[in-house]
């Protein structure tokens, strides 16, 4: 099929191309004598609207009562207002010995002894010419002139000649062009004067070969640049020292480019017919083997828990009843998943409220207790202390218990950043698990530098440090027991490590280790600290692990967002909390915190 398209295309392209090729030229050229007859006409109509407007010009009596004067320096003066009037390019007044007593031109250059070079030629051509063709400094103007009489033209006495021009420059060849439909240049002897080419087409020789050559009036292949054109000629003064020349072009070229769009056509019907016919056999595969496609489709979203994948099981045949029988099988693992979950569910609910009730109720217990033994009247004020002690350490778990649990239902847009001091958060918490009697035996040891700084929720950071170095002093062994914390900033990044030097990690909780409920070897543990820890931290947009657990070392590694700069506060804010600073927001001082169990 693809060979035998291409032999048909090919060959189409070469009669069309031959055969329109001689049709193209043909119309050209005829379109070029168009052109020129066009030009022509409209070349009589602008001769003779500019012959009356001078005419007109030279018998306005400011006109002629300016020639009256005797100084060419009231002469040029007084002559301004008549050469806005006439609004042309050059502005000539001759008195009756031909000389010049009043020029001007919006082009400098032509000066006084050219014009009166140019008039005495003019003269000398005599009245055949209803216009002249005068150059100078580059510039070509199209002049006419006309008599200026004191009293009428044949009874009247002669004061002297007045001069319009008209340059021949680039706007006029571009109305030209509009006319004549085609490409134009205006040239006089070997220069290029006015011309609607581009500058690539007017670079090298040929565009001198066009112009210096004999005028020809028949169509004749000229290029220019890269572009092939026909061109004539027609000569519009035959002045030995002005020769003026006005050179039509028709681009070759362009009248040809529809055989390329052609040649582009035919490419594209051959395309065509390769695709449809490929088409037609796709569409043959393709109605044999859709369901078996919709089949696998429905498999592999059910491989990726897409359990609602649109299935085909139309028709009769194995694979659309295999197909359904699959649709069945889906709904059914779909069912069981759903009842899972709800069981997960359920499942989840009942640990948490068993959880949260013996904790509630080990308080409360304790609460009563120390209540009811307040109540004997023997009691010492020492003692009473005591109890009254107990009491407010029973309140505080189910305070800290219920603002763990709270911490879960808060969004990240609760957090409050504000620019501050990281060890300065660091030793609020220090100073916090230091208030502890049972970890006084505890060394705690802080290393880092004053400049860590950075955009965190100060409150929010402390507790989280607060529930680290909690859990570190309870793991490390009362004799001996060290802990440490290190913060440092690297490569925007801040990065806190709290260590300690006990047993290490259970291996049965290390894959849960930062669940809720969680916990091991604690007696008064609730399992939420390191799950209010990672979420605090998540919050913040950063990360916390284990990085490295073994016997006698435990490390957990927080590290918070690189920062950015606020262009509000001149400071620098993290990524992941940088939506969340206010407009106008202080640095953090000192906030008081719970302390919860961990």
Known sequence: MILVTAGLTTTSLLLVRRSVEGNVRQSIAENLRNSVSAFQDFRHERETMLTSDVALLAYLPITRAIMTSPDPVTIQDASQDVYQIAGSDLFVLVDRSGKVVALHTKTPGFTHEAAEKYFQQSLDEGRSESSHWW???????????????????????????????????????????????????????????????????????NIQSLIAGSAQAEPHDSSLGKEHFLATSLVLSNSPTTPVRLNVLGSYDQATRFIDQLNRYLLLLGLVAIVVGSGLVFFLSHTFTRPLASLVGG????????????????????????TRAFDRMRQSLLKSRQDLLESEQLATIGRMASSISHDLRHSLAAIVANSEFLCDPHLTPAQREELYQEVRTGVNLMTDLIDSLLEFARTRESLSPAYGNVPQTIQRAVNAVRLHPRHHDRSIDVLCSTSVAGWFDSRKLERALYNLLLNACEAAPTVGGQVEITAAEIAGTITISVSDNGPGIAESIRDRLFH??????????????????????QDHGGEISVERTGQGRTVFKIMLPGRQSDSRSGHEVPVGVRSLVPASQSNSGDRSISHPEM
């Open 516 to 537: 809720p409920f969680v916990s091991y070897g604690k007696e008064n543990g609730t399992g939420l600290g390191l799950a209010v820890v990672q979420k605090i931290v």
């Open 135 to 205: 150059l100078g400094d580059h510039h070509l103007y199209q002049t006419f002139i006309e008599p200026i009489y004191r009293g009428s033209r044949t009874e009247g006495t002669l004061l002297g000649f007045l001069v319009i021009g008209y340059e021949i420059n680039d706007r006029l060849a571009a109305e030209v062009s509009k006319v004549a439909g085609s490409q134009v240049a205006f040239s006089s002897g070997n220069e290029i004067i006015a011309t609607t080419l581009t500058p690539d087409q007017m670079m090298g020789g």
């Open 299 to 322: 498999v592999r979203a059910l491989e990726a828990g897409d359990f609602h994948h649109p299935l085909d099981p139309r028709g009769g045949d194995e694979v659309a009843e295999l």
